[in-house]
Every structure is written in C-alpha cells, then in structure tokens.
Nanobody, 121 residues
Framework: VQLQAFGGGLVQAGGSLRLSCAAS????????RGWFRQAPGKEREFVAA????????LYADSAKGRFTISRDNAKNMVYLQMASLKPEDTAVYYC???????????????WGQGTQVTVSS
C-alpha cells in the first residue's frame, strides 16, 4: 500500500502548481483523501480534504479561494490545484487517505512521502 505525492517544485509568488497523489497496492475509492503540509520548524497542518465520493470538500482558511482539491477514483488519484501561491505556502506537502475527510492528521491511516513546494518572493 503506497501513496506517492508529486508535482512540487519552485515557483514564484503568485504562480500556480498542481500536486498529484497516486495510490497503489489497494483501491482508495472508498477512502477520504487529504493534503497536509509541514514547513521547517512547524507542525504538520491541514490543507484540504475530499470525501470518498468527491461531493464534499474541506479547506483550511489559508487555502480557501486559492486551492482546489479533486479526485479521480477511476485512476486512484487525488489532486491539489494551487493558485496565487505565497511564500508562506512553502512546505513539504503530504497526501493521506482515511475513513473520513477531516482536518486532523490522526484521522488518516495512510500517508505518502511528501513533495516539496517552494514559493519565492
């Protein structure tokens, strides 16, 4: 069972990035999926989550209006489209899967290795 996040990189402030998370080893179509991030010296924080059906989403205040989470169950993928990026968005971004699309990291059972997002000013 593996989750793999990719798509990070270096972008200028105001730019956009699309993160992807691929799942393998099992089907996560009935799992909620989430994105979290962790900046150096800070705790892991919630970014966005989506229900297994894709009909319900949840965003951190910092992500509302700028980030969009989506999923493709046929491909076992989840995405995070990020726009209007700010230097404070710089972090390692992790994808996760769990029984419900909450904002608490303890609610997720499976985690992928992260992908670095760096936003330059």
């Amino acid at each position: 069972v593996q989750l793999q996040a990719f798509g990070g990189g270096l972008v200028q402030a105001g730019g956009s990035l699309r993160l992807s998370c691929a799942a393998s080893g099992r089907t996560f179509s009935r799992y909620a999926r989430g994105w979290f991030r962790q900046a150096p010296g800070k705790e892991r924080e919630f970014v966005a989550a989506i229900s297994w059906s894709g009909t319900s989403t949840l965003y951190a205040d910092s992500a509302k209006g700028r980030f969009t989470i989506s999923r493709d169950n046929a491909k076992n993928m989840v995405y995070l489209q990020m726009a209007s990026l700010k230097p404070e968005d710089t972090a390692v971004y992790y994808c996760a899967a769990g029984p419900s699309h909450g904002s608490t990291w303890k609610g997720y059972d499976y985690w992928g290795q992260g992908t670095q997002v760096t936003v330059s000013s």
